[in-house]
Structures are given as C-alpha cells and as structure tokens.
C-alpha cells in the first residue's frame, strides 16, 4: 500500500519561514502493484527493493544515484505487543523533494510518525526526517524491551509451582525477542556512526546534530538494556529447569510414599486371602474388622514415612548430637582450668 502524506510536515517551516520541499512516500506491506508502481513511476532500483524484503538485511547507507539507507524497525503486530516481536527492515530513499520509506510489514514507528506521536523531532528537513525516524525507532526499542522484562517478571512469578514446560517456552520466545532487539540495534548503531563521518549525508544546523548525538546514547542504553535483559533471562531459565525438575522430585517422592503406605492393607488384604484357615475367618462381619486394619495400617504408614516426622526425627538427632558435642566441650575446658588451677 502506497500513500503519499503531506499533512505531516505541512506545519514545519524552515529557518527562513518557507515550507518544506519534500513529501513523504509511505509504502508498507508491499505487493505486486506497489512493486510495479515503485519501479515504473518512482524509478526505485529492483535491487534495493529486493534487499528491503529480505528480512534478515542489516542497516546501511549508500549512495547511487539517489542516497539509500536500510534501518531496522521493530514490528506492530495488530497493533498490540506479543511477547515473541521481531523486526523489520525499513529502506529509504532520499532524492530532491522526496522520501520514500519501503517496509514489507508494518512497524510502531511508522505508525507513530503518520499519526503525528513524535516529540521534539527535526522534521524541517530530509535529514532531520531520517534521523526521526531513527530516533523513534531507538525509543520504541527502550519501551518494547522495558514490556519484555515485564512479561518475564510475570512468568518469573509461576516459578515456585511450575510442572510444565509452558513458561520455559514462554521464557524461550522472550528471549528470541531479546536476540532480534540486540541484533537490530547492534545494526542501527552501525549506521548510526556512519551517518556522523560520511560527506552525502550532511546535517543542516546544530539541532539536527545534538539531536543525532541524542539518538546515539538512546542507541546504546538500547543495547546495554537487551544485553542486561537477556543475561538475566539465561540464568532466568537454567534456574526455571532446576526447579521444574526439583517439583518432579517432590511429585514423585510423595507418590512413592503413598504407593509404600499401600503395600501394608495390600499385604494384610493378600494374608487373608490365602486358602488356609485363619482367625475369626468364619465370622460374619470380618470384613469390617479387615477394612479397619487396612485403614489403620495405611494411616500407620504414611505418618511413618512422612516428611514431618522424618525432619522431626532428623532435627533431634542434630540436636542431640550438638548438645552431646557443646557438654564435651564444656568437660574438656573446665579439665583445663583445673589443671592450669594446680600448675
């Protein structure tokens, strides 16, 4: 889809209070008549417009006849964030009274500038609008990794009582979002120091170039932010899967318990259905007699193997050995004092 926005910067004038000269092209979620329009009536090169649909192509800038660059968006999925994002290139192409920006998918930042939610951004100029871009870009990146630390804090919170392995595939796609973010900004900020040194792309006032130092410091907290993030998350999971196999443990052992406390009825219920003559085998309530031993028995050999009374048992036995170990020491100091009373 193809359109043309010119109310964008229609209120932007420049220092000599004319209006801009340029229009922005807005092309998103290419398809075959877009191609066709965009090499047919733009003159947009095939090649470029290749190297914007693949979306593993890093940022860059180049210059043909027309300067080209390649920045790396984050996506707008339906306009709502889902915890596995990923990000797309954007390639723009800067000619005289015009910029054209070629994205297959849809990105917040697009969006954000079409709907005029930018602040304190250079939009008087080619340039200036190139590094809004950017810039919008960066701090989108910083709220989309500040959401992403948010939703593994929430996954982080099923941790203690976790048997399954939902969150660890949750905290999987978390993390594959992390490696997109780190790899994009990673390539933005390649272009990012490419734009300060070469001569075909220049900066028109001092505003523009604060403003693209700006955006270099938003860049990199980008990066220390994914990487902090990401560190986090790795012991995040090792720790998710030691406790995902600790409760297995616990699940198991209680089984174990309960399966050992049935061997008891189950041993008496089999003694008294052997073929042999036994006690009180002729009488008419036995039964009765029999369900109360298997229940008491059962109930006997739970408490018996229970964690309580186990950790009870465990816990006077240390005491116990630590009392006998502190009345030894005792002994053995009042021996030396008496002997140091003689000598």
């Known amino acids: 889809m193809i359109t043309i926005r010119d109310d964008l910067v229609s209120n932007f004038t420049r220092g000599d209070g004319q209006r801009v000269d340029y229009r922005w092209v807005d092309v998103r979620q290419l398809d075959r008549e877009d191609v066709s329009i965009l090499s047919e009536e733009y003159g947009v090169n095939s090649e470029f417009l290749a190297d914007v649909m693949d979306p593993d192509e890093q940022s860059r800038i180049e210059k043909d006849d027309d300067v080209q660059l390649i920045v790396r968006l984050p996506v707008l999925a339906d306009d709502t964030i889902s915890p596995a994002q990923s990000t797309v290139p954007l390639g723009i192409i800067l000619r005289a009274g015009l910029v054209i920006t070629i994205c297959q998918d849809d990105s917040i930042v697009l969006e954000d500038l079409a709907k005029n939610r930018y602040r304190q951004c250079p939009l008087s100029t080619k340039e200036g609008f190139i590094l809004s871009i950017v810039g919008r870009a960066a701090m989108v990146f910083i709220r989309l990794l500040k959401y992403t630390n948010r939703l593994k804090t929430q996954v982080e919170e099923k941790l203690h009582t976790s048997i399954k392995n939902a969150e660890l595939i949750e905290l999987l796609d978390i993390q594959k979002t992390l490696v997109y973010y780190t790899t994009s900004l990673t390539s933005n900020e390649g272009l990012l120091e490419k734009l300060v040194k070469i001569p075909y792309f220049s900066l028109n006032n001092e505003d523009e170039k604060d403003f693209l130092d700006d955006i270099i410091i938003d860049n990199k907290q980008a990066i220390e932010m994914a990487n902090i993030y990401a560190n986090i998350l790795t012991g995040t999971m090792d720790a998710f899967a030691s406790v995902i196999s600790n409760n297995m443990n616990l699940i198991m052992k209680r089984l174990t ?62 005491a116990r050995k630590a009392r006998q170990k502190a009345s030894k020491a005792r002994k053995k100091r009042v021996k030396e004092l008496s002997e140091e009373k003689r000598a």
């Not at 061997?263 to 008294?272: D, E, G, N, W």
């Not at 039964?287 to 009870?312: I, M």
């Open 257 to 318: 318990v309960i399966s050992i406390a049935l061997m008891l009825p189950t041993f008496l219920t089999s003694f008294y259905g052997m073929n042999v003559s036994l006690p009180m085998m002729h009488a008419p309530f036995a039964w009765l007699f029999l369900l109360g031993s298997c229940l008491l028995t059962a109930v006997a050999g739970a408490w018996f193997l229970s964690d309580k009374r186990n950790h009870r048992i465990f816990e006077d036995k240390s």
